[in-house]
């Protein structure tokens, strides 16, 4: 049977716009929040045989909360954002636009002086790659939405630049089937009921 492995987006730790490269900052209150009204739906998922998490103070804590007492991957780090570190894109783009401009166009550049995209989502993948297939195993794995998408880019083979178009909300959760370099994307969700007029 295929390993089937469930990426749960940390909850967040400031508004979308201020939103940090290798943000390290804890979940505010609003991600609290969020993790509380969601546990009820993400509970079933302590039951995967494996749970980890990325090494973000936001991801450790919601996977903490949600009673998943995950284990930290380090191959699970948000892109290495070099001397960007700590900044919104906003505040990149205005200190070095046309640096921002290689990086948004060209997934190989390395123009912050960290980890090229290319390198990144190779990276998320080989995580991937090497999880453990056992009997239909399950994990769960609380990531920042940028690993996730970079996982998602990896596991469908599509263009590094797709990984611009992936959008990836805070307590999401997304679904990868397979094993080692043949990844299915699986789509859960509650089905329609019909109407009963």
């Given at each position: 049977?295929?390993?089937?492995?469930t990426?749960?987006?940390?909850?967040?730790?400031?508004?979308?716009?201020?939103?940090?490269?290798?943000?390290?900052?804890?979940?505010?209150?609003?991600?609290?929040?969020?993790?509380?009204?969601?546990?009820?739906?993400?509970?079933?998922?302590?039951?995967?045989?494996?749970?980890?998490?990325?090494?973000?103070?936001?991801?450790?804590?919601?996977?903490?909360?949600?009673?998943?007492?995950?284990?930290?991957?380090?191959?699970?780090?948000?892109?290495?954002?070099?001397?960007?570190?700590?900044?919104?894109?906003?505040?990149?783009?205005?200190?070095?636009?046309?640096a921002?401009?290689?990086?948004?166009?060209?997934?190989?550049?390395?123009?912050?002086?960290?980890?090229?995209?290319?390198?990144?989502?190779?990276?998320?993948?080989?995580?991937?790659?090497?999880?453990?297939?056992?009997?239909?195993?399950?994990?769960?794995?609380?990531?920042?939405?940028?690993?996730?998408?970079?996982?998602?880019?990896y596991?469908?083979?599509?263009?590094?630049?797709?990984?611009?178009?992936?959008?990836?909300?805070?307590?999401?959760?997304?679904?990868?089937?397979?094993?080692?370099g043949?990844?299915?994307?699986?789509?859960?969700?509650?089905s329609?009921?019909?109407?009963?007029?």
């Amino acid at each position: 049977m295929p390993l089937r492995v469930t990426f749960v987006a940390a909850a967040r730790s400031s508004p979308l716009l201020a939103e940090r490269f290798e943000d390290d900052r804890p979940l505010d209150q609003a991600g609290w929040d969020e993790v509380q009204r969601m546990a009820w739906d993400l509970l079933p998922l302590r039951a995967a045989d494996l749970r980890y998490c990325s090494p973000t103070p936001r991801s450790r804590a919601t996977g903490d909360a949600l009673g998943y007492a995950p284990l930290v991957q380090l191959a699970l780090r948000d892109c290495d954002m070099g001397r960007w570190r700590g900044l919104t894109l906003g505040e990149a783009m205005a200190r070095e636009p046309d640096a921002v401009d290689a990086w948004l166009a060209d997934p190989r550049s390395v123009p912050h002086g960290g980890e090229s995209l290319l390198a990144f989502i190779s990276r998320v993948g080989g995580w991937l790659d090497t999880r453990p297939v056992g009997d239909g195993g399950r994990i769960v794995a609380v990531a920042e939405p940028s690993v996730i998408r970079a996982a998602l880019v990896y596991a469908l083979k599509a263009p590094p630049a797709t990984y611009w178009n992936i959008d990836v909300r805070p307590l999401s959760t997304t679904t990868v089937t397979g094993r080692s370099g043949r990844w299915n994307l699986r789509l859960d969700g509650v089905s329609a009921q019909p109407s009963r007029t």
